[in-house]
Structures are given as C-alpha cells and as structure tokens.
C-alpha cells in the first residue's frame, strides 16, 4: 500500500519568499511521484511529476520538486511566491507497476501569500 | 489542448435518488479514473477503468456505485441511491502515457 504525509496543512509566505511544500510517501515499489495545485473552485492541476531519470524536476509556474530516495521525500519549492500561487496543493504517488496506477494523494496544503 | 470534460458542473439531488455523473476522457486515452472530494478533505481514488472493465477498485466503491463506457467517448458514473455522505466534489480524470493523469474539472454534488 502507498501513502502520502504532506507536513502543514496551512503554510504563508510573503510576496518575493521562498516557498517549501514538504511531502512524504510511503511505497513498497518504485514510485512515480506528482504535484497537483487546485485553485479555489477548480479541478486538479498538474504542476509536476517525476517518474524516472532526473531527480530534480521543473514544473510550472517555476515550481521544482527534489525527489530523494533515501528520504522517501519529493518536496516542492519555488524561489520566488507570487500571489497567484496562492492555492491547495496536493502531492500524490503511484506505483509503477500494472496498468491501474491510481494515485493516492496527500491531505494538501493550503498556500497563503501575503504581501 | 485537449482536455477532460465533466457535466454537470454542478448535481443536487435528494437522498435516495439515482445520479449519472458524465466524464468524457481525452479521446486518445485508455485508462479512466473516477475520484472524489468530501468538502475539506483529501482526494480519494474511488474507480479505474480500462478495456472496458474496472481495473481496481477502492473501499469507496460499494454496490451502490457503478461505471460504464457507454459509447466511444463518455465515462459515466452512477450512484444508485445517493446518501447524504455522497455529497462531494467527483473528478474524472484520464491517462496518458507516461503516468500523467489529466483531471476534469469536477462535478460537485450535493446530497439534500
């Protein structure tokens, strides 16, 4: 079974700060490992995924996530917060294997940019 | 681009009754997923679809649920008789390759 432990429900920033969404997973398997943003009334958005080659992903919005193995950790950062970015994100993992690969989210965080 | 499309945007309706919620996937995709989102809480994986049968399914997905491909391009779920706790965000998403779920833009449902 896989899980996902996002740290803080609730983050803020200031304009111009660095943003740091913690996530960790829990996978017998391989994992593919993606960020999600959903702004209010809205569906899921990919921001970015990391399956194979490359630890250090790019995303959107300049958004890059580290995934670390040896700390089952895949945490997204941004070096500069913008308000837009103001939003709930959801890390999420599958697995590699079968054809299913359904996701299992994190319980999110709620970003919040003040100026 | 393409995208995922969901309708309604929005469903109430009283307890007991039957709903149809209605996805249509990206057209050149083969996996399909139904997922949801109780109000303040995390999205949970409720169906996966492909080849036209259920691939796997969760806990969630009870006799009171089903999903169908009716023709080429929809992917329906149905709850036969909604219950106040149905009362959530639905999301279909659909796959690509490699692993990327693309996701609609939801149907909220509100059970009264």
Known sequence: AQSVTQLGSHVSVSEGALVLLRCNYSSSVPPYLFWYVQYPNQGLQLLLKYTTGAT???G????????????????????????????EYFC????QTGGGNKLTFGTGTQLKVEL | EPEVTQTPSHQVTQMGQEVILRCVPISNHLYFYWYRQILGQKVEFLVSFYNNEISEKSEIFDDQFSVERPDGSNFTLKIRSTKLEDSAMYFCASLTVPNEQFFGPGTRLTVL
């Open chain 1, 60 to 87: 959107i919005n300049g958004f890059e996530a580290e995934f670390k193995k040896s700390e089952t950790s895949f945490h997204l950062t941004k070096p500069s917060a913008h308000m837009s970015d103001a939003a």
């Open chain 1, 92 to 95: 999420a993992v599958s697995d």
């Open chain 1, 56 to 58: 250090l992903v790019k």
